[in-house]
């Protein structure tokens, strides 16, 4: 998602300490990331190694200053272990082409700042092409309008990023390909060799079509570009992390439902009182859906089963992938379940050379407080697993 009421929904810290400054937590599994052997096909393991874990920052760039992310903060969270910053960028003039406007040279200029402000930090950043819903419509509805925008966009990135760090900045193509597969599979071929004209050292970060699930990308075919890292989201079960979503309709399951745990138990208690309550309050659809949806246990099996097609993937092509996002809403989601299923998703990821970028810093999803800048130390000890408790069943 893109403006902060729709706020929603990089590899492990397997690197030696040098990799990370001596402020920064241990990583794990040293032993066997970020080698030619673990990942042969790809070419500038430097910069992987510096996007173990990291963060979305989608309000960067919010209208209302007071919304945009603290430095000072930012700081912190580079102290706590954060290494990458996923950085989503967009601006009208990307559906309009008015590419000498004033207001797009301003935010331009604005987007390199934040660049330089992130670096000097310390972090790694991946420039993320992060549509709006207009843009999304050409691109679902006329293929090849949608790309001409969507190149005609890189065009104008490339000259503004023209001069980054190839060691630091990395350019993902496009945030969830709102397309077919056999569409986007042409169109990552054709803007990758644009892209490795204006910049030609560049890493690039991919993902499957549409939402970027795990099973997309196992039918994913890797480009022949090979500084390329591929990414995916996660965000299942979708219930319990969007629950309570208030920018879905007011009959929508996921905003209707609250209070589903993590993980589900056979016939849990927990899922059979929602669904109770939304019989009594007439949502007889949400409520089936919710006893469907649970009818089995989810658990952190399913995790790893997600996790394991992502990594078998990743080992059948000698190539590495990033979960650059995966959260849970806070707002109604308890908050004990929250944590675990962080805890659990980040676990099975580190221990598969697969990195993550948490959605998001301070909306719906945070980990920092937009109004005291405070950090949500729970969360953040939950991602990179320190101790949690389970929510309890």
């Not at 003039?93 to 390199?112: I, M, P, V």
């Not at 293929?143 to 980054?164: A, K, M, N, Q």
């Not at 309709?249 to 138990?265: Q, V, Y």
């Not at 959605?359 to 949500?376: E, K, N, Q, R, T």
Request: net charge negative.
């Amino acid at each position: 998602m893109w403006v902060r009421t729709l706020a929603k929904f990089i590899l492990p810290a397997c690197l030696a300490m040098t990799a990370w400054g001596g402020a920064h937590a241990s990583p794990q599994n040293a032993d066997h990331c970020f080698t030619a052997q673990t990942f042969p096909a790809f070419e500038n393991r430097a910069l992987l190694a510096t996007m173990a874990r990291g963060v979305n920052l989608p309000n960067w760039d919010d209208d209302d200053i007071f919304y945009r992310p603290d430095l000072s903060t930012l700081r912190r969270l580079y102290e706590s272990g954060f290494t990458h910053i996923r950085l989503p960028v967009f601006h009208e003039a990307f559906n309009t082409g008015d590419w000498g406007s004033e207001d797009l040279s301003k935010y331009s200029t604005e987007l390199l700042a934040m660049l330089e402000n992130l670096l000097a930090i310390g972090f790694t950043v991946t420039v993320d092409l992060h549509p709006d819903g207009t843009f999304n419509h050409v691109y679902r509805t006329a293929p090849e309008e949608g790309y001409r925008r969507l190149e005609d966009s890189w065009r104008h990135l490339s000259s503004v990023l023209d001069g980054t760090s190839p060691a630091k900045v990395a350019l993902e193509f496009l945030n969830e390909p709102d397309t077919s597969p056999e569409i986007w599979e042409d169109h990552t071929g054709r803007l990758s060799r644009k892209l490795r004209e204006w910049l030609p050292d560049h890493t690039f970060v991919v993902g499957p079509h549409g939402p970027m699930r795990h099973e997309s990308l196992a039918n994913f075919p890797p480009l022949t570009d090979g500084n390329t890292v591929y990414a995916i989201h996660f965000y299942d079960p979708f219930l319990f992390t969007h629950q309570g979503a208030e920018w879905h309709p007011p009959d929508d399951t996921a905003r209707l439902a609250t209070g589903i745990p993590f993980p589900t138990k056979e016939n849990d208690a927990r899922i059979r009182a929602l669904v109770s309550r939304l019989q009594a309050e007439g949502h007889e659809q949400a409520a089936e859906e919710i006893r469907r949806i649970f009818e089995e246990p989810w658990t952190e099996k399913d995790v790893q089963n997600a996790f394991s097609t992502i990594e078998n993937w990743s080992q059948k092509h000698g190539l590495p992938v990033v979960i650059n996002e995966f959260g849970v809403l806070s707002y109604d989601a308890p908050r004990n379940d929250r944590l675990y299923w962080l805890q659990t998703v980040t676990k099975e990821a580190e221990a598969r050379c697969i990195g993550w970028t948490h959605w998001d810093y301070s909306d719906g999803f945070g980990i920092v407080d937009p109004m005291s800048h405070a950090l949500d130390n729970e969360a953040i000890n939950a991602l990179f697993d320190r101790p949690v408790s389970a929510g309890a069943n």
